[in-house]
């Protein structure tokens, strides 16, 4: 079965930056889209970017452009969101989906806490 | 960015009572429109897709009409196991979008 885990998430100093992970198993990961979507404490969802199965094309929500880099290693079935200049609308669990439309599978999510 | 609205944001309903959640959206999405439910702690889980498809093994108490901009998703039934928040997506024009979300509580 689809299983999707993501790591790497933690407390950050404003300004500072993080590595997102996300584990996948149980499909052929590079035939598929890779989403990162987040909730802020007590908030709704926000979709924030989405890789294609190669790798090659990329999209970004705007409050994320230029801050976060999105990608994928599919030898090692893994997602990953590079992020910098943190502040502290970015404290959010951060979660992986498979798909870039139809989230059909989603990981527990990773916590990011931005605090001095 | 298409915005999506949904109503109420929060509903209470008894067991057995059909709910109703409605999603619009700022502009005409066809038919890509999505809606998830997330329980307390846990991670969104789709529940139909492309407005009215069923993900296989969700329980068919659950429904979705509509088109261009107004959507409506349906418990025909109320169970325990439903007190969630719900939420619809568009899935129509990058970037996509979620609406504020639905917390429905029992009675």
């Known amino acids: 079965q689809v299983h999707l885990v993501e790591s790497g998430g933690g407390l950050v100093k404003p300004g500072g930056s993080l590595r997102l992970s996300c584990a996948a198993s149980?499909?052929?990961?590079?035939?598929?889209?890779m989403s990162w979507i987040r909730q802020a404490p007590g908030k709704g969802l926000e979709w924030l970017s989405y890789?294609?199965?190669?790798?090659?094309?990329?999209f970004y929500a705007d409050s994320v452009k230029g801050r976060f880099t999105i990608s994928r290693d599919n030898a090692k079935n893994s997602l990953y969101l590079q992020m910098s200049s943190l502040g502290g609308d970015d404290a959010a669990v951060y979660y992986c989906?498979?798909?870039?439309?139809?989230?059909?599978?989603w990981g527990l999510g990773t916590l990011v806490s931005v605090s001095s | 960015d298409i915005q999506m609205t949904q109503s109420p944001s929060s509903l209470s309903a008894s067991v057995g009572d059909r709910v109703t959640i409605t999603c619009q959206a700022s502009q005409v999405i066809s038919t890509y429109l999505n809606w998830y439910q997330q329980t307390p702690g846990k991670a969104p889980k789709l529940l139909i897709y492309?407005?009215?498809i069923l993900k296989t093994g969700v329980p068919s108490r659950f429904s979705g009409s509509g088109s261009r901009t107004d959507f409506t998703f349906t418990i025909s039934s109320l169970q325990p196991e439903d007190i969630a928040t719900y939420y619809c997506?568009?899935?129509?024009?990058?970037?996509?979008?979620f609406g504020q979300g639905t917390k429905l509580e029992i009675k």
């Open positions: 989906a498979r798909s870039g439309d139809v989230f059909d599978h």
């Open positions: 149980g499909f052929t990961f590079s035939d598929y889209y």
């Open positions: 997506q568009q899935y129509d024009s990058l970037p996509y979008t």
């Open positions: 890789v294609s199965g190669s790798g090659t094309t990329t």
């Open positions: 492309d407005t009215s």
